[in-house]
């Protein structure tokens, strides 16, 4: 028998999540500020601010899990429209009985040194880190309470498609299918994990219905890391495309660029990500919930295909 799923936000991740489920039958609703067609069949749509906890509990009411997908993209407001809506989901998911299922970043960790895997600690040492560090402690602290269920599943930087200038592979992708040079952020032959995100919405959708699974963090199933040229050199190769010059943007030159640059300043605090190695341990989620990543060669391709 199909239950109802409410999916926050309708990017990536809230697509392919809605796929899924409603690829197993499922009834599933995306809800948004416009209220905008995922283009999904058998899909349900309807406009809503996430922020109003009465208007999303009255949408969820019934429903087996609220996923938040939500992706407010602009770091600067960050710190203004992450806790009302945060605050809102964990009042609908306690109000109605839903699983509540976060998609979640490698922000709170902060700075690290070795793979990161769920015992690794928050300690992010920027506000967006801390934000998001917050933000899950108030879900699982609400969690042990017995106030409601909760999961959060953390990914590393997306690939796939639909990711466009929120994917450091996918915001260069459209110039260097062109032939051009292009620009990536730090040390560009470093290894680092790349995230599909529709293992990012398989993962998400997995966690949820575990009831065991709940409670804590997962990491997200990803494929072996890579440097970003060659990320990018295997992306463009997937489409016929030849090698482009790949040029640094220094951290320092980045948070030069952050003294007049509001957004610059918020991606300079995040430069410890591209000045060493960058890697998860996913070997717990591969165990508890049987997901491989995607294959890499299919990852490139449906990237490629994303943009073209």
Request: aromatic residues 6%; charged residues 20%.
């Amino acid at each position: 028998m199909s239950q109802h799923h409410v999916v926050i936000g309708a990017g990536p991740v809230g697509r392919h999540v809605a796929a899924v489920l409603a690829g197993r039958g499922e009834r599933v609703t995306v809800a948004t500020r416009s209220g905008r067609d995922t283009g999904l069949e058998a899909v349900g749509h309807v406009a809503l601010d996430a922020s109003d906890p009465d208007a999303l509990t009255r949408v969820s009411e019934g429903a087996a899990a609220l996923y938040n997908c939500a992706n407010p993209g602009d770091y600067t407001q960050w710190e203004a429209t992450w806790p009302p809506l945060a605050a809102s989901l964990l009042t609908a998911a306690e109000r109605t009985g839903a699983v509540y299922a976060i998609t979640g970043n490698l922000y709170p960790y902060g700075p690290v040194e070795g793979p990161m895997h769920p015992g690794t600690p928050d300690a992010a040492t920027d506000h967006k880190g801390i934000l998001r560090a917050r933000l899950w402690a108030d879900a699982r602290s609400a969690h042990e309470a017995g106030r409601l269920r909760a999961v959060e599943v953390r990914a590393s930087d997306y690939v796939g498609p639909g990711i466009g200038e929120n994917g450091h592979v996918t915001r260069v992708l459209p110039a260097a299918l062109r032939g051009k040079a292009v620009t990536m952020i730090g040390r560009t032959d470093l290894p680092h994990t790349f995230t599909d995100v529709l293992d990012v919405a398989r993962t998400l959708v997995a966690a949820a219905d575990d009831e065991t699974a709940h409670g804590r963090t997962w990491m997200v199933p990803s494929n072996p890391p890579r440097s970003q040229q060659q990320a990018l050199t295997e992306v463009l190769a997937s489409a016929g495309k030849p090698p482009v010059t790949v040029r640094r943007l220094p951290a320092g030159a980045l948070r030069a660029l952050g003294l007049v640059s509001p957004m610059m300043r918020e991606m300079a605090q995040m430069a410890y990500q591209w000045t060493a190695p960058y890697v998860i341990d996913d070997s717990e989620s591969r165990a508890r919930f049987g997901i491989e990543p995607t294959p890499w060669d299919e990852v490139c391709r449906r990237t490629a295909e994303g943009v073209a």
